[in-house]
């Protein structure tokens, strides 16, 4: 924009030079009001927010800076917007309004009429416009909440397969109560809408599944940027329509996505969404322990008790009682001490069962597994696996390995080669 101020200014300096104008300072500061009326009303100002302040009447102050300047500014309340309450400092903008001076203490500041987020305070603009549109179709309403089970058996995952909140879920779970089985539903947690459709695809396969328990969806911290993913409008309606309780871990404590505000349950990492879908296995044994101590107390205050009531009583009719109520005590407590042997034998066993798979797996990936099953690898001079007769040269040793050892040979001649 260029602004033409010359005509105005050569005005005054002939007509202090020629009348000797003396202003008041009141004086001055009108007539430079009028000019930055006139023209600095209509400014584009490309700036950051260096620091904000919410005043009781409504009336919003800032101080907008670049690199090398500060200006007050001011947004006056029949010009705020309820998206203007997110604003923090560094936030970049693109402010329009103008230039303002005070006549009375000489200061000027820029009223701002309209603000725009840049960067990523567009991306919290759309967010926070989802988020009221959300909000009023219901997503969020706590009556659709549903309860996370106390003991699931199943639990899915929606994460990066390689991400460290995959790592930190299984590290947490398998401390907690290893017993517990876990399916992972790999997906994209970061990027547009490659990533929000993999994470609806990897919800819906957890739904298909059939006895998931608990679906945690979540990925480990990163900036406002990384998270994005997780405010799309897709994921939204896919995490709300999913009948499977839904646990969000998405980022850090301070990070908020609209998947967190859908979710049935936020945490405020992946780690903390291990530890509120399943109880800690000690934990349930020692109340498990706690519970027995206090009936085996109240069945020493019967017994007190009974022997207080022997005295009036005859000797034969208290002992048949007393034994009556030992017998249903001892029962009780052999009753409870079964159901806690059968759950730590199930819980020893899963978890042998689980190492036996897991080292059957590993086995399986031993190059030397091939070698059992009556095959040989054949190696070159220089130790490379040899792969083709194309490889092979004629007075050359070669290497072949069995499973119990290895023979060093000499290429003599090659034979027709198989066409592939």
Known sequence: ??????????????????????????????????????????????????????????????????????????????????????????????????????????????????????????????????????????????????????????????????????????????????????????????????????????????????????????????????????????????LFQCPIPVVSAIGHERDFTIADFVADIRAATPSQAAELTVPDRNQLLNTIQYYSSRLEKKLDAKIQYADLAMERYSKEALLALLYDRINEGSEILDYYKDKIDQRISLCFQKVENRMEVLYAGLEKLNPLYILKKNYAAVYQENGEILKSVRDAEIGKNLIIELKDGKILTRTEKILNETKT
């Open 1 to 238: 924009m260029i602004l033409n101020f010359y005509p105005p200014f050569n005005f005054w300096r002939r007509k202090v030079q020629n009348e000797q104008k003396i202003f008041t300072v009141k004086e001055l500061n009108t007539e430079l009001k009028k000019i930055t009326s006139t023209f600095f009303s209509n400014i584009y100002l490309e700036c950051e927010i260096s620091s904000i302040r919410f005043h009781g009447s409504g009336n919003i102050y800032l101080s907008l800076k670049d690199e090398e300047s500060v200006i007050d500014a001011v947004i006056f309340t029949n010009n705020n917007n309820p998206a203007y309450r997110e604003l923090k400092e560094g936030t970049k903008v693109l402010a329009v309004g103008g230039v303002s001076l005070n006549v009375k203490s000489g200061r000027y500041s820029f009223n701002i009429r309209e603000l725009k987020t840049k960067g990523k305070g567009e991306l919290l603009e759309k967010f926070l416009k989802l988020k009221e549109k959300l909000e009023k179709e219901g997503l969020f309403d706590d009556s659709f909440k549903k309860p996370i089970p106390f003991l699931p058996k199943k639990i899915g995952i929606v994460t990066s397969s390689t991400g460290a909140a995959v790592k930190d879920i299984l590290t947490v779970t398998q401390r907690r109560f290893p017993s517990v089985d876990i399916i992972i539903f790999p997906a994209l947690v970061q990027g547009g809408d490659e990533a929000a459709l993999s994470i609806v695809e990897a919800v819906r396969a957890a739904e298909a599944y059939g006895d998931i328990d608990v679906l945690i969806v979540g990925r480990g911290g990163g900036s406002y940027e990384d998270l994005a993913v997780f405010n799309d409008e897709r994921i939204a309606y896919a």
